[in-house]
């Protein structure tokens, strides 16, 4: 049983980098049965974060958006910062397709603050930017310009041209 | 403008995420 939901996962995977996303999700889902079954926090929390991103490539934002939020509580309960970091940058960009900006920015700012903690430098730009596009989008340009500004500033300084 | 503005921080996630998955 432990192996058919590894296989599972692996089969949901192999149909998400095919462009299959129903048969992604139709077999993450089942991979995520079987985490349950054998309360196994961390296959779960992996399943969510398959199925939120299959969710997104068929549009479903919202549904996208509550497979994230668990991914997030599941990684807050494993105490994986860098995975709750990935969750709430996963859930700004979300919000911002189904354009709450508010909520997107509420993320966002989240991955900041952890992406400062473990000084990840690319993690750090990428939410410089999703905070500035977010800010640009409510119409609040000076502080769409600040977090613009830091953007520039953490890609100088990570050498990275684009 | 403000749209195609949101679209490339978006964008870049949704090209990652393109070729992401958790690994078993």
Redesign the interface.
């Known amino acids: 049983r432990a192996a058919q939901g ?1 296989t599972y ?2 089969l ?2 192999t149909y ?2 095919l462009g299959d996303f129903e048969s992604a999700i139709a077999a993450h889902e089942k991979r995520l049965l079987i985490a349950k079954e054998f309360g196994d926090k961390s ?1 779960e ?3 969510h ?2 199925l939120g ?1 299959a969710h ?2 068929l549009g479903q934002f919202e549904t996208a958006a509550n497979h994230y939020k668990r991914t997030l509580q599941l990684a807050r309960l494993l105490k994986d910062r860098a995975v709750e970091a990935q969750a709430c ?2 859930l700004g ?1 979300t919000y ?2 189904l354009q709450d900006y508010e909520r997107a920015i509420d993320y966002h700012l989240k991955h900041l603050v952890i992406a400062q903690d473990l000084k990840d430098c690319v993690g750090e730009g ?1 939410a410089y ?2 905070l ?3 800010h ?2 409510l119409g609040n340009h000076e502080q769409a310009m600040l977090f613009a500004e830091k953007h520039l500033e953490i890609a100088k300084r990570t050498g990275d041209k684009s | 403008r ?1 749209q195609s ?2 679209v ?3 964008q ?3 090209d990652d ?8």
């Open positions: 590894r996962g692996n949901g995977n998400y980098l296959a929390r992996r399943a974060c398959n991103n997104i490539f940058y996963s960009n911002t397709l990428r930017w999703s500035g596009n977010a640009t989008a | 403000t503005l949101q490339d921080s978006v870049r996630w949704m995420l393109r070729h992401m998955t958790e690994v078993e």
